[in-house]
């Protein structure tokens, strides 16, 4: 469901070598983007010719130096998926529009989190 209570999972890393400890991004990211983020702070960047990733490479703001990140040019779109599908959602600085069947729905999520 595109609400925010089955969409906002947060994602814990700790590694202190290299991501400093309490940062916290707010940039929009997606479940498909785990694995390029990962392989990337484990130091593997050159898997193209094993595997393919639909995902971004995150590793970047996990590695600044800022505490908090927000790249509010990330735009992660999301929708239901199936052979009759209902939704479909765009996220991105704090805002999250949804399309469904009936009215469009515009959320603020800064104003109004849940």
């Keep these: ?18 991501v400093q400890g309490g940062k916290v ?12 983020t ?5 130091g593997i960047n050159d898997y193209s010719h094993e595997t393919t990733f639909q995902g971004m490479d995150g590793s970047k703001d996990l590695i ?8 509010e040019n990330n735009i992660v ?5 199936g052979n009759t599908p209902n939704w479909a959602a765009a996220i991105s600085a704090g805002y999250k529009l949804v ?6 729905w515009l959320f603020d999520l800064n104003r109004d989190p849940e």
């Excluded at 469901?1 to 290299?18: F, T």
């Excluded at 779109?77 to 998926?81: N, Q, R, V």
């Excluded at 399309?99 to 469009?104: G, H, I, R, T």
């Design 25 to 36: 991004i707010e940039t929009a990211y997606s479940s498909v983007d785990f694995g390029p």
């Design 99 to 104: 399309l469904s069947n009936d009215v469009p």
């Design 1 to 18: 469901m595109p609400y925010e209570a089955s969409a906002g999972i947060p994602m814990l890393v700790q590694y202190p070598r290299r």
């Design 38 to 42: 990962l392989l990337s702070l484990m």
């Design 77 to 81: 779109f999301s929708f239901e998926t």
């Design 64 to 71: 600044s130096d800022e505490s908090v990140v927000n790249d």
